[in-house]
Nanobody
Framework: QVQLVESGGGLVQPGESLKLSCAASGFAFNEFFMSWYRQAPGKERVVVASIDVSGGNTDYINSVKGRFTISRDNAKNTAYLQMSNLKFDDTAVYYC???????????WGQGTQVTVSS
């Protein structure tokens, strides 16, 4: 059974940090790209960061560059999103996605809420 389970969300103040985790099971994690998406209230779900299968290549949307870091540990079947200097606009539900251009498959987690509020 394929599962992606996000954790680490919460309520923080502007300028603080959070680290999200995405624990994967039921598929060959080290063969899938990983991405983090977010969906703010009333807005579309958008990709925030992506990482390739080895972890050697990453990509970010402009608004999080220099503040967020995506990483993965293939030995632990887990992807991470380290978020620093959080801003009000970072408030959203964050989802992880595992995807494979080779197999044409993608899997989604259930999401974790991140709220930035003073």
């Amino acid at each position: 059974q394929v599962q992606l389970v996000e954790s680490g969300g919460g309520l923080v103040q502007p300028g603080e940090s959070l680290k999200l985790s995405c624990a994967a099971s039921g598929f060959a994690f080290n063969e899938f790209f990983m991405s983090w998406y977010r969906q703010a209230p009333g807005k579309e779900r958008v990709v925030v960061a992506s990482i390739d299968v080895s972890g050697g290549n990453t990509d970010y949307i402009n608004s999080v560059k220099g503040r967020f870091t995506i990483s993965r540990d293939n030995a632990k079947n887990t992807a991470y999103l380290q978020m620093s200097n959080l801003k009000f606009d970072d408030t959203a539900v964050y989802y992880c996605k595992a995807w494979s251009p080779t197999y044409g498959i993608d899997y989604w987690g259930q999401g974790t809420q991140v709220t930035v509020s003073s």
